[in-house]
T-cell receptor, first 114, second 114 residues
Framework: KAGVTQTPRYLIKTRGQQVTLSCSPI?????VSWYQQTPGQGLQFLFE???????NKGNFPGRFSGRQFSNSRSEMNVSTLELGDSALYLC?????????????FGEGSRLTVL | AQSVTQPDIHITVSEGASLELRCNYS??????LFWYVQSPGQGLQLLLK??????LVQGIKGFEAEFKRSQSSFNLRKPSVHWSDAAEYFC????????????FGTGTRLTVIP
């Protein structure tokens, strides 16, 4: 069965712009989590959605937002981009909302902010 | 608060040699512990996890990890490393029964030399 699909894989934006990233989870998975990966901060949890509801949110400013659709696909949006937002954004899907650790990650969307 | 420490940023081993990657965690209750691997340009793949029970956990690709509560450690081992094991390895801790947000260590990059 198909894995987690993230689009776009690569993108370049300039400061002040906004960006939307998309994630299609594994079929049947209802939980989608987002992580930011940077060389300096490592992997940091952004937020998690389950059944179209945000269940948990990491320590990121309000410029970072997300949503989940009825088909479990998720999008995250970053507004007013800053240079420090350059990162690999990873989406992970899971069957359940509670923590089983069975997170399946996509290959990520690499965002470069100039 | 949860935290994970991977003291080794980079490890180099010869192919066929044994491997041990260190992980120390801080968590107030019984943790869920995980090891993930990330190959260049890829997402993360779950190697193994510990929830409870037997403290020696077997994973995929011949990896194992041992949970030692007294040392707050969850070290990853492999008896004989293959060149294809070259990647970045992340230890993570999660909340028992909590949401799907994991706290990751900063990672250990493994180089395998012939």
């Amino acid at each position: 069965k198909a894995g987690v699909t993230q689009t776009p894989r690569y993108l370049i934006k300039t400061r002040g712009q906004q960006v939307t990233l998309s994630c299609s989870p594994i079929s049947g998975h209802r939980s989608v989590s987002w992580y930011q990966q940077t060389p300096g901060q490592g992997l940091q949890f952004l937020f998690e959605y389950f059944s179209e509801t945000q269940r948990n949110k990491g320590n990121f400013p309000g410029r970072f937002s997300g949503r989940q659709f009825s088909n479990s696909r998720s999008e995250m949006n970053v507004s007013t981009l800053e240079l420090g937002d350059s990162a690999l954004y990873l989406c992970a899907s899971s069957l359940a909302a509670s923590n089983t650790g069975e997170l399946f990650f996509g290959e990520g969307s690499r965002l470069t902010v100039l | 608060a949860q935290s994970v420490t991977q003291p080794d940023i980079h490890i180099t081993v010869s192919e066929g040699a044994s491997l041990e990657l260190r992980c120390n965690y801080s968590y107030g209750a019984t943790p869920y512990l995980f090891w993930y691997v990330q190959s260049p340009g890829q997402g993360l793949q779950l190697l193994l996890k510990y929830f409870s029970g037997d403290t020696l956990v077997q994973g995929i690709k011949g990896f194992e990890a041992e949970f030692k509560r007294s040392q707050s450690s969850f070290n990853l081992r492999k008896p004989s490393v293959h060149w294809s094991d070259a990647a970045e390895y992340f230890c993570a801790v999660g909340a028992l029964g909590g949401a799907n947000n994991l706290f990751f260590g900063t990672g250990t990059r493994l180089t395998v030399i012939p």
